[in-house]
Protein backbone atom coordinates (compact mmCIF):
# COMPACT_ATOMS: atom_id res chain seq x y z
CA UNK A 1 0.00 0.00 0.00
CA UNK A 2 1.23 3.34 -0.85
CA UNK A 3 0.55 6.97 0.16
CA UNK A 4 -1.09 7.31 -3.21
CA UNK A 5 -3.21 4.28 -2.66
CA UNK A 6 -4.57 5.64 0.94
CA UNK A 7 -5.22 9.33 -0.75
CA UNK A 8 -7.27 7.48 -3.80
CA UNK A 9 -9.56 5.19 -1.82
CA UNK A 10 -10.38 7.62 0.89
CA UNK A 11 -11.44 9.81 -2.16
CA UNK A 12 -13.08 7.20 -3.86
CA UNK A 13 -15.42 6.08 -0.30
CA UNK A 14 -14.92 9.29 2.41
CA UNK A 15 -13.22 6.23 4.28
CA UNK A 16 -9.96 5.43 5.38
CA UNK A 17 -9.84 1.72 6.04
CA UNK A 18 -12.13 1.01 8.64
CA UNK A 19 -12.37 5.09 9.71
CA UNK A 20 -15.75 7.14 8.82
CA UNK A 21 -17.39 10.01 9.71
CA UNK A 22 -19.65 8.88 12.30
CA UNK A 23 -18.10 6.36 14.21
CA UNK A 24 -17.54 6.66 18.05
CA UNK A 25 -14.52 8.44 18.85
CA UNK A 26 -13.78 5.19 21.14
CA UNK A 27 -13.54 3.23 18.29
CA UNK A 28 -11.39 5.13 16.32
CA UNK A 29 -9.34 5.29 19.43
CA UNK A 30 -9.50 1.17 19.70
CA UNK A 31 -8.22 0.94 16.38
CA UNK A 32 -5.90 3.64 15.93
CA UNK A 33 -4.52 3.93 19.69
CA UNK A 34 -4.80 7.19 21.81
CA UNK A 35 -4.82 10.16 19.84
CA UNK A 36 -3.22 13.60 20.54
CA UNK A 37 -5.89 15.46 21.56
CA UNK A 38 -6.17 19.65 20.09
CA UNK A 39 -5.14 21.38 23.47
CA UNK A 40 -8.42 22.50 24.26
CA UNK A 41 -9.73 19.51 24.42
CA UNK A 42 -7.67 18.86 27.15
CA UNK A 43 -8.08 22.72 28.35
CA UNK A 44 -11.51 22.53 28.25
CA UNK A 45 -12.63 18.39 28.65
CA UNK A 46 -13.48 15.89 25.88
CA UNK A 47 -17.21 17.40 25.34
CA UNK A 48 -16.00 20.21 23.58
CA UNK A 49 -17.01 19.86 19.78
CA UNK A 50 -15.16 20.51 16.05
CA UNK A 51 -11.48 20.01 17.54
CA UNK A 52 -9.24 17.13 16.63
CA UNK A 53 -7.45 14.50 17.57
CA UNK A 54 -4.18 13.40 16.09
CA UNK A 55 -2.14 10.48 15.19
CA UNK A 56 1.10 12.16 13.38
CA UNK A 57 -0.34 13.33 9.68
CA UNK A 58 -4.17 12.30 10.80
CA UNK A 59 -6.52 13.97 12.26
CA UNK A 60 -10.09 13.06 13.20
CA UNK A 61 -12.52 16.38 13.87
CA UNK A 62 -14.84 14.77 17.06
CA UNK A 63 -18.61 16.47 17.15
CA UNK A 64 -20.44 15.00 20.10
CA UNK A 65 -17.47 11.97 20.83
CA UNK A 66 -18.04 11.17 17.24
CA UNK A 67 -15.93 11.59 14.33
CA UNK A 68 -17.39 14.19 11.93
CA UNK A 69 -14.25 14.93 10.52
CA UNK A 70 -11.40 13.01 8.96
CA UNK A 71 -7.89 15.16 7.92
CA UNK A 72 -4.70 14.15 6.05
CA UNK A 73 -2.60 16.79 6.35
CA UNK A 74 0.87 16.63 4.11
CA UNK A 75 3.84 18.89 4.18
CA UNK A 76 5.39 19.38 0.77
CA UNK A 77 8.53 18.30 0.78
CA UNK A 78 9.23 16.61 3.63
CA UNK A 79 8.59 13.39 5.88
CA UNK A 80 5.00 12.83 7.63
CA UNK A 81 3.62 9.51 9.52
CA UNK A 82 -0.05 7.68 9.41
CA UNK A 83 -0.74 5.00 11.51
CA UNK A 84 -0.19 1.62 10.37
CA UNK A 85 -3.75 1.06 10.33
CA UNK A 86 -3.67 4.24 7.75
CA UNK A 87 -0.35 3.01 5.51
CA UNK A 88 0.79 -0.54 7.03
CA UNK A 89 4.78 -1.30 6.92
CA UNK A 90 5.27 2.54 6.97
CA UNK A 91 6.60 4.44 9.80
CA UNK A 92 6.65 7.79 7.54
CA UNK A 93 6.38 8.41 4.50
CA UNK A 94 7.41 11.12 1.51
CA UNK A 95 4.54 13.52 1.81
CA UNK A 96 5.49 15.59 -1.80
CA UNK A 97 1.93 15.25 -4.00
CA UNK A 98 1.97 16.96 -7.47
CA UNK A 99 -1.56 18.20 -7.76
CA UNK A 100 -1.36 16.35 -11.21
CA UNK A 101 -0.27 12.87 -9.96
CA UNK A 102 -3.27 13.20 -7.65
CA UNK A 103 -5.99 14.01 -10.35
CA UNK A 104 -3.98 11.72 -12.68
CA UNK A 105 -5.22 8.43 -10.11
CA UNK A 106 -8.27 9.33 -9.80
CA UNK A 107 -9.03 9.86 -12.76
CA UNK A 108 -7.26 6.44 -13.79
CA UNK A 109 -9.63 5.24 -10.77
CA UNK A 110 -12.79 6.73 -11.85
CA UNK A 111 -13.02 9.15 -9.31
CA UNK A 112 -14.77 11.77 -10.51
CA UNK A 113 -13.60 14.86 -9.41
CA UNK A 114 -14.21 18.57 -10.23
CA UNK A 115 -12.93 22.15 -9.31
CA UNK A 116 -14.23 22.89 -5.68
CA UNK A 117 -14.92 26.88 -6.08
CA UNK A 118 -15.13 27.62 -2.47
CA UNK A 119 -11.42 26.65 -1.79
CA UNK A 120 -9.89 27.62 -4.96
CA UNK A 121 -8.47 31.22 -5.02
CA UNK A 122 -5.23 33.09 -5.15
CA UNK A 123 -2.09 30.41 -4.88
CA UNK A 124 -4.53 27.87 -4.12
CA UNK A 125 -6.79 25.22 -5.91
CA UNK A 126 -9.30 22.59 -4.43
CA UNK A 127 -11.10 19.46 -5.80
CA UNK A 128 -14.14 17.74 -4.83
CA UNK A 129 -14.48 14.11 -5.24
CA UNK A 130 -18.18 12.73 -6.21
CA UNK A 131 -19.71 10.93 -4.86
CA UNK A 132 -18.16 10.57 -1.71
CA UNK A 133 -17.50 14.57 -1.06
CA UNK A 134 -13.58 14.21 -0.34
CA UNK A 135 -11.90 17.86 -0.47
CA UNK A 136 -8.13 17.92 -1.79
CA UNK A 137 -6.77 21.48 -0.84
CA UNK A 138 -3.37 22.33 -2.93
CA UNK A 139 -1.21 25.39 -2.74
CA UNK A 140 2.28 26.29 -4.64
CA UNK A 141 5.24 25.63 -1.79
CA UNK A 142 5.86 28.04 0.82
CA UNK A 143 9.99 29.58 2.04
CA UNK A 144 10.28 26.37 3.90
CA UNK A 145 8.89 23.35 1.73
CA UNK A 146 11.48 21.50 -0.34
CA UNK A 147 10.25 20.57 -3.29
CA UNK A 148 11.85 20.36 -6.94
CA UNK A 149 9.33 22.94 -8.24
CA UNK A 150 8.69 25.51 -6.75
CA UNK A 151 5.80 26.89 -9.19
CA UNK A 152 3.74 23.86 -8.99
CA UNK A 153 0.78 23.09 -7.07
CA UNK A 154 1.12 20.57 -4.17
CA UNK A 155 -1.38 18.44 -2.13
CA UNK A 156 -1.31 19.92 1.47
CA UNK A 157 -4.41 18.19 2.74
CA UNK A 158 -7.40 16.41 2.28
CA UNK A 159 -10.57 16.06 4.47
CA UNK A 160 -14.14 15.06 4.50
CA UNK A 161 -16.42 16.46 6.66
CA UNK A 162 -20.44 15.17 7.94
CA UNK A 163 -23.11 18.25 7.28
Request: hydrophobic share 40%; proline share 9%.
Amino acid sequence: MTLMNVLVDFARTGRIGPLHCGMPLTVAEDLLGHGRPHPAILMKGPDIDGYPYAWGGLRLVVTQRAVSGIWINLWPGSTVSLPPLVLPDAESFEATVLREELITALDTAGCHNEVNPVLTFGEQSSILTRPAEVCAVFSRPGRDHHVPHRDRHYLDVMHKHTA
